[in-house]
């Protein structure tokens, strides 16, 4: 079952009704389609209406929207609101798409108690916002950011606040919300229920969770695994082509998949827009979705989506975060993600309510080893695959061409060219006339098509797969994002480093002999940033020599750099006063570093 959405997991009476949940609630839920309690639920549920704190390790799709609105809800119908004004609950979400997903879930779950749910977020009339507030709500589903400006403004207030959801939340502080989570947690009141669901458990979320949480219930659910003998919603696929060629083999591969509705993950805003406008111009129905784009813009593109009006969404991750839209038959990764959760996000919106869906990915030669990680930490398999060549494309083409010409056979209406027909058999071989149409029809789908160079899979010292390049003209192509501090130059620091002469070097990395501070900077992998350019902005904007620099990590949606104490506010100062790769950027200390 998706969050927030019908499916095919659903919910009964006596599923529910046996965990704790309202009476109401639970009849409710069967006319929704909901059979049976998830894992996620079984195990969140039981607590959260004990009033228990939960700190929850559940991915997109596991159904956890209902795992914390429905046994909160409850608690709010058998208890009533605590006095006071104010909201009862607040769930905090990433993205603005997540909060709408989450506020209709919850209106559905609490209307049999007429409980009333709101949706707050940035790009929205503050005004309305403002009124809907003042009338009263049960329960408020926001954005950080726009939580926080409520709460400056005293719109938002929290008298009457029994519990707190942190939905997401290691992609809330992906996004650099750190200290807008910190800032609204310290406002609610001290004795008030508090869960936190994430994909993942970095130490920043420990932090959040031992700070704000007490004595949580730990609840931890797995992705569902396909049983042995069963066969998989997913079909998970691999296509192994140099930086080059990525392009013409992605539009080969949905000339051959045909999706009926596909999302396509990239890494960059940029990218996004290139792969849009090249997909266009190529016949297709694509349309962009990025951090970019206005809120309207937004909404729009995905009204589009969902109606089918389009058939490719070209989609950064953060862009895509919390959107749930279950006719997708394809998700391909057009570079493969830099972690196994990221790509588990990514093909967990195909093959849902029990559909078959496909993931597609186009790993170059030397994104190998990420391949074997994903395998190794899903434990499923990805079929590497060859890329269509020119005359599977043309055989693809023709087998589409004869199965277009019998419909039009079947479907009949032919009288007005039966005539025209008979005109030419009487002086042609009427195979010949066939042969004609036919090749007219398909003219109108064939191209100049070069082939693309293959790359074959052989065995690597470890036994494990590695690639042969079928053309050996991209050796470098782009440098891959790699974890951890890196110096000056860029390179991993802790490791061996070759020197001039190619000879590896044991030296290890002095230690600075100032004091350091870290701080946080709101761009990282999504936006291309690279150690040289944090160094760079820094002894360019605040004066610092590079030798003062220390230690730089690089994330995806931000970065940390070590200075010195004594000159931290100087260099915080100076570069959100100016512009790092063309964006203005926020700086601030890290609240996680030490």
């Not at 060629?245 to 990239?266: G, N, W, Y």
């Not at 093909?347 to 391949?371: D, K, M, Q, S």
């Amino acid at each position: 079952m998706s969050d927030g959405e019908v499916g095919q997991d659903g919910a009964t009476v006596s599923g529910f009704g046996a965990l704790g949940v309202h009476p109401k609630i639970a009849e409710a839920l069967v006319g929704l389609g909901y059979e049976e309690p998830t894992p996620v639920q079984r195990a969140a549920i039981p607590p959260l209406l004990e009033g228990k704190d939960v700190l929850a390790l559940a991915a997109t799709g596991t159904g956890k929207t209902a795992a914390f609105s429905l046994p909160l809800l409850t608690r709010i119908a058998e208890k009533g609101r605590r006095a006071g004004n104010g909201p009862g609950v607040l769930i905090l979400v990433p993205t603005r798409e997540l909060a709408m997903q989450v506020a209709e879930a919850v209106h559905r779950y609490g209307k049999p108690l007429g409980l009333q749910a709101l949706a707050v977020y940035g790009g929205a009339s503050m005004e309305l916002q403002v009124r809907a507030l003042r009338r009263g709500v049960d329960v408020v589903i926001a954005t950080p950011g726009r939580a926080v400006d409520h709460i400056k403004r005293g719109t938002l207030v929290f008298d009457g606040l029994s519990a707190v959801v942190l939905d997401e939340a290691d992609e809330m502080l992906d996004m650099g919300f750190a200290e807008e989570l910190e800032a609204i947690l310290d406002a609610t009141p001290e004795n008030k229920q508090t869960a936190l669901f994430s994909a993942t458990l970095p130490p920043r979320i420990g932090g959040i969770a031992q700070k704000h949480l007490r004595q949580p219930v730990h609840v931890k659910v797995e992705r569902e695994v396909v049983a042995e003998g069963e066969s998989a919603r997913v079909r998970q696929v691999a296509y192994v082509v140099s930086r080059a060629h990525k392009m013409p083999a992605l539009a080969r591969v949905l000339d051959i998949e045909q999706p009926t509705s596909a999302i396509v993950f990239c890494r960059t805003r940029t990218e996004v827009d290139e792969l849009s406008e090249t997909l266009t111009a190529r016949g297709l129905r694509a349309e962009a979705l990025h951090g970019g784009l206005s809120q309207d813009q937004r909404d729009r593109v995905m009204q589009k989506f969902r109606a089918r009006k389009v058939d490719l969404l070209i989609a950064t991750d953060v862009a895509a975060r919390g959107l749930d839209v279950k006719h997708v038959s394809h998700v391909v990764n057009f570079d493969v993600p830099v972690d196994a959760e990221t790509y588990v996000h990514r093909i967990g919106r195909t093959g849902r309510a029990g559909r078959e869906g496909v993931a597609v990915t186009f790993a170059e030669p030397r994104e190998n080893r990420l391949l074997r990680n994903i395998e190794r930490q899903t434990g499923q398999k990805i079929e590497i695959a060859q890329v269509p060549t020119v005359a599977d494309l043309r055989a693809h083409r023709r087998e589409l061409v004869r199965a277009t010409l019998r419909e039009a056979v079947l479907e009949g209406d032919l009288e007005s060219w039966r005539g025209l027909v008979e005109s030419l058999a009487g002086e042609l071989d009427i195979m010949d006339v066939a042969a004609a149409a036919v090749k007219l029809v398909a003219a109108r789908s064939e191209g100049e098509e070069a082939e693309i160079p293959a790359v074959t899979p052989r065995p690597d010292r470890g036994g494990e797969r590695s690639f042969d390049r079928g053309d050996r003209g991209d050796r470098g192509g782009e440098r891959g994002s790699r974890e951890g501090a890196r110096d000056l130059r860029g390179k991993p620091i802790g490791r061996e480093s070759r020197g001039a002469t190619g000879e590896r070097s044991a030296k290890p990395r002095r230690e600075p002999t100032w004091q350091a501070a870290r701080l946080w900077i709101g761009a990282g992998r999504r936006l291309k940033m690279r150690p040289a350019d944090l160094v760079g902005a820094i002894a360019n904007e605040a004066g610092v020599d590079a030798s003062q620099i220390g230690a730089i990590q690089i994330a995806d949606g931000f970065s940390t750099v070590e200075v010195p104490e004594t000159i931290a506010e100087n260099v915080i100062n100076a570069l959100r006063g100016t512009k790092i790769k063309g964006l203005k950027v926020q700086v601030r200390r890290d609240r996680m570093g030490r």
